[in-house]
């Protein structure tokens, strides 16, 4: 079972900033590469940010670009287990939306084009 809770979502206004994690947990010897989605009404679900296994290998949506900031932090042990945040700054009502974690497995420095586990979500709201 891979499981992953976001936390960190909440309502800031307008230039402020929010910082979201996830915690990641999957099977033992596995290896993960991690992002944030979001999905805002009527819109289709976006990609904000991913991250490689190995952390070298970054990818932003053109919208992020500037703004936001990808991380993980992984422990040093044979299961799976990480912590993937997305610091957001210079928020903007466009930003608003419910953001998902997700994680596809991969190594080294590649990205997957699809990713196969999810979290629960969490509302990031901007408006003053």
């Given at each position: 079972?891979?499981q992953l809770v976001e936390s960190g979502g909440g309502l800031v206004e307008?230039?402020?900033?929010?910082?979201?994690?996830c915690a990641v947990s999957g099977r033992t010897f596995s290896t993960y590469?991690?992002?944030?989605?979001?999905?805002?009404?009527?819109?289709?679900?976006?990609?904000?940010?991913?991250?490689?296994?190995?952390?070298?290998?970054?990818?932003?949506?053109?919208?992020?670009?500037?703004?936001?900031?990808?991380?993980?932090?992984?422990?040093?042990?044979?299961?799976?287990?990480?912590?993937?945040?997305?610091?957001?700054?210079?928020?903007?009502?466009?930003?608003?939306?419910?953001?998902?974690?997700?994680?596809?497995?991969?190594?080294?420095?590649?990205?997957?084009?699809?990713?196969?586990?999810?979290?629960?979500?969490?509302?990031?709201?901007?408006?003053?």
């Amino acid at each position: 079972q891979v499981q992953l809770v976001e936390s960190g979502g909440g309502l800031v206004e307008p230039g402020g900033s929010l910082r979201l994690s996830c915690a990641v947990s999957g099977r033992t010897f596995s290896t993960y590469a991690l992002a944030w989605f979001r999905l805002a009404p009527g819109k289709e679900r976006e990609l904000v940010a991913a991250i490689s296994v190995n952390g070298r290998n970054l990818n932003y949506a053109n919208s992020a670009k500037g703004r936001f900031t990808i991380s993980r932090v992984d422990e040093k042990t044979v299961k799976a287990e990480s912590t993937v945040s997305l610091q957001m700054n210079s928020l903007q009502p466009e930003d608003t939306a419910v953001y998902y974690c997700a994680a596809a497995e991969a190594t080294g420095n590649r990205l997957p084009r699809e990713f196969d586990y999810w979290g629960q979500g969490t509302q990031v709201t901007v408006s003053s």
